[in-house]
């Protein structure tokens, strides 16, 4: 049956890393696996349609992104030609929200995975022997997920993954918390050891070469029984602190990291200095340690202490917000790592990621203690700071205030006072903006609340109409700055503010893989990194 033609379909949507199922299924069904021509694209690519092809898989990533996502299922049915059992469609979105793909009529013979490849293929996939579809006799062969990725597929498509030149592995699957908020219970179950780390880096080696850094996928590494193994097995691998990678041919080494991607616990860091002591001894940049609400701030100050003594001073840390959490407990925890970094001479980068329910086809979510307004004046922080806060003080000062008064004033800013902070603190804005400081501080705290909630009651394009229907002289007369500009005037002030200051930016490939700054359908702001640069100096 080889020489099958197989398509995989990546969504249009901008991400960080490479969609490592669609590698290992690239891996199945390429020339060391049922020998087919594979074809890889991203979004919807009309060359797709000049082929007839056996089969199409389609991977999804985070569930917000489902609109882009439900487009790219209807493309892969056209290149289908109509025929729904050729289309096969896993991954994030498609595992947590798995009912609601199923129950839309359109993609109806559609197969849609749920949870990992990690039967054999044809029960993995679903194959049905009796229709004698493509590979259905597949039934004791190599688990799909247990392939070694086939990194030649990157090189079909122009798109550049951020973090491409790594290896991309998992040393386990799961997680031993069952968090409310987070999909891993659902996706991966109780955690569990996977395959040797060691085959599989040296299986890339032998067939795409050596890779730069290793990306570990774990979701709690430090809850493993064998983390100290793990750890010697990456020692072994040659990821100590200064590792350099010399390709033949370059006449510069490349400098080598380790990232646990997903994060570690500071629950468990906090107890024992073996792990800090550990993870001190690979070249790990940056450690990231999860500090999702403040009920955890002592085992996360802790693990941040041990770190320093162990010299890991490269820190970054996820900070969940719109869960239970209030903007005074996010504003406490950025605070923190300022604090921290003062303290200790670390660099503590902070990445809040805004909660959404992890069936939610969108971004709308509104936590019990946010409004819209103030969600939407967070995405605005963020998108000009790359979402990115910063543990310099003097940056953090400027972004976020010195208190949390400071941060609250800073939430209820016009749009485009926020976003335009320079503009309107420090140039041509800031008469505007002095008479807006003016107008604001008259207002009680109660007339704050309620300014707050009826900027929160309509989408920003209607905040004209919010102008002629107040009935109070100082709200009427404040709202009138919150009515956005014409965006030729808004694309003149991007243009003639500064750019960010170099030290307050991330390399791209230690961000973190959020979550939607780009997506935000409330916000109205420029998305090119050119306009994002241009604030805060």
Not at 15 to 27: D, V
Not at 508 to 524: F, I, Q, T
Request: with cysteine.
């Amino acid at each position: 049956m080889a020489g099958k033609n197989i398509l995989l379909i990546e969504p249009g949507y901008k991400n960080k890393y490479p969609p490592l199922g669609l590698m290992k299924i690239a891996q199945y069904h390429g020339p060391q696996g049922k020998n087919d021509n594979v074809t890889f694209v991203k979004g919807e690519d009309p060359s797709a349609f000049n082929k007839a092809w056996d089969r199409i898989y389609v991977t999804t990533l985070f569930s917000f992104e489902y609109p882009r996502i439900a487009t790219t299922i209807d493309y892969a049915l056209k290149v289908a030609n109509g025929q729904p059992d050729k289309v096969f469609v896993g991954g994030i979105a498609a595992s947590l929200m798995h009912d609601r793909f199923i129950e839309e009529r359109r993609w109806h013979g559609v197969r849609f995975i749920k949870g990992l490849l990690d039967k054999a293929p044809a029960i993995s996939l679903q194959l049905d022997d009796f229709a004698e579809e493509l590979y259905s006799e597949d039934l004791y062969g190599k688990p799909i997920e247990d392939m070694v990725p086939d990194y030649s597929i990157l090189s079909q498509i122009e798109y550049a993954y951020p973090v491409r030149d790594a290896y991309f592995a998992y040393t386990s699957r799961g997680c031993i918390r069952k968090c409310q908020f987070c999909g891993v219970p659902k996706l991966e179950g109780m955690q569990r050891d996977v395959e040797s780390l060691t085959d599989l880096v040296r299986a890339i080696d032998d067939m795409y070469g050596p890779k730069k850094d290793l990306i570990l996928m774990d979701n709690n590494v430090v809850a493993s029984a064998r983390f100290k193994e793990v750890i010697a097995e990456i020692r072994d691998l040659g990821f100590v602190p200064g590792a350099k990678l010399q390709r033949p041919g370059s006449r510069v080494p490349v400098q080598r990291r380790v990232d646990f991607n997903q994060g570690v616990d500071a629950r468990i860091l906090c107890k024992d200095k073996m792990y800090l002591r550990e993870l001190s001894s690979i070249c790990l940049k940056p450690l990231r340690i999860a500090f999702d609400h403040l009920g955890v701030r002592k085992p996360y100050e802790q693990a941040v202490r041990y770190a320093h003594e162990f010299g890991l001073n490269e820190l970054s840390n996820y900070m969940l917000y719109n869960f239970h959490d209030t903007p005074a407990d996010l504003f406490e925890r950025m605070r923190l790592n300022v604090t921290l970094n003062e303290e200790l001479g670390v660099r503590i980068w902070s990445f809040p990621m805004r909660f959404q329910p992890t069936m939610r086809p969108d971004r709308g979510h509104i936590g019990e203690n946010w409004t819209r307004y103030e969600l939407r004046s967070m995405q605005l922080i963020l998108q000009a700071t790359h979402g990115v806060v910063s543990g310099a003080p003097e940056f953090f000062r400027r972004a976020f205030g010195d208190t949390f008064d400071e941060f609250q004033e800073i939430l209820l800013l016009p749009q485009d006072m926020i976003f335009n902070r320079d503009w309107f603190q420090r140039l041509d804005g800031r008469g505007e903006y002095d008479s807006f400081r003016a107008e604001f501080t008259r207002l009680s705290p109660s007339r704050r609340d309620e300014l707050k909630h009826i900027l929160s009651s309509v989408d920003p394009r209607f905040f004209p109409s919010l102008v002629d229907e107040a009935d109070d002289d100082a709200l009427r007369s404040i709202l009138r700055y919150y009515v956005l500009r014409p965006k030729a005037e808004m694309m003149t002030i991007w243009q003639r503010q500064k750019p960010v200051e170099p030290e307050a930016l991330v390399p791209d490939d230690e961000r973190v893989e959020d979550a939607a700054l780009e997506y935000d359908d409330d916000v109205d702001a420029p998305q090119s990194t050119e306009c994002k640069q241009r604030h805060l100096a």
